[in-house]
């Protein structure tokens, strides 16, 4: 497990984008080749607050990514069950998550995994806790009757299954979800605190989300940041990739 402490929230925003970015690269995707990046979900499609249109409007349509290769759970499905068992097929079919991306309620769940929820879950549909309601009631005009009291959401197992796993945790109010994470042992009522079992989990944040660690333990991983630094630096670039591919194909053969 790796803990990445940046001094504030937008340098552990760039530190993380960047590692995102090299590790698409050095994964080198093609047309038979996908880099599935597993991201959390949430409400309908056509809501102006829903996941479907926060990730078009944020990100998918700043980026080289087609449509047809955006896999979005469908809140307004007839069979919402079915729909949830189609999304564990669909990322099976890819070849599965090689990088799951994340951020943390300040109770600690992960996705829609609320308080409770199992660590083996898959893709289900959930029952919001009362936390994560009013968390969300700022984008409802601070009305809770117009906030959504269930979501379609990836589970705790589904994100386990990932070849990889970052999350982000920025802010005092969540620090002692980040203590719950790290300092502590699993526990399905800190969902978060499951990636401890994962082989490859990247904890990132910022001096804020910190301040309930021991000192003992920010000073360990601080400790570490200029190997983790090399992770970032340098940052990788396509086009190189594609001149060390074409020169690779250029050497002659030899016995």
Not at 87 to 107: H, M, N, S, T, Y
Not at 131 to 139: E, K, S
Not at 148 to 156: I, S
Request: net charge negative; proline share 5%; glycine share 6%.
């Amino acid at each position: 497990m790796k803990l990445i402490i940046l001094d504030h929230y937008s340098q552990a925003s760039e530190w993380a984008a960047k590692y995102i970015r090299n590790r698409i690269i050095q994964f080198n995707p093609g047309p038979d080749k996908y880099f599935t990046l597993g991201l959390p979900t949430g409400l309908p499609r056509d809501h102006p607050e829903s996941y479907h249109s926060f990730m078009w409007n944020n990100f998918f349509k700043h980026i080289d990514i087609r449509p047809e290769n955006t896999h979005i759970l469908d809140g307004n499905a007839a069979d919402l069950q079915a729909e949830c068992d189609a999304f564990e097929e669909k990322i099976q079919a890819a070849g599965g998550v090689e990088l799951f991306v994340g951020g943390i309620g300040p109770d600690g769940h992960i996705a829609f995994n609320e308080p409770g929820s199992s660590l083996v879950s898959r893709t289900r549909v959930k029952t919001l806790a009362m936390d994560t309601i009013l968390a969300n009631a700022r984008f409802f005009d601070g009305d809770l009757a117009k906030v959504p009291t269930m979501a379609l959401t990836v589970g705790v197992g589904t994100v386990m299954d990932a070849r990889e796993v970052m999350i982000l945790i920025t802010g005092a109010h969540k620090a002692f979800a980040l203590y719950k994470a790290i300092e502590e042992g699993v526990s399905h009522m800190w969902t978060v605190s499951a990636f401890q079992q994962h082989p490859r989990t990247v904890f990132v944040c910022d001096e804020d989300a910190t301040l309930e660690l021991k000192v003992k333990t920010v000073k360990y991983f601080k400790g570490l940041m200029l190997v983790h630094n090399k992770l970032v630096d340098p940052l990788y670039s396509i086009k190189e990739k594609e001149t060390e591919k074409s020169q690779s194909s250029k050497k002659p053969y030899s016995d």
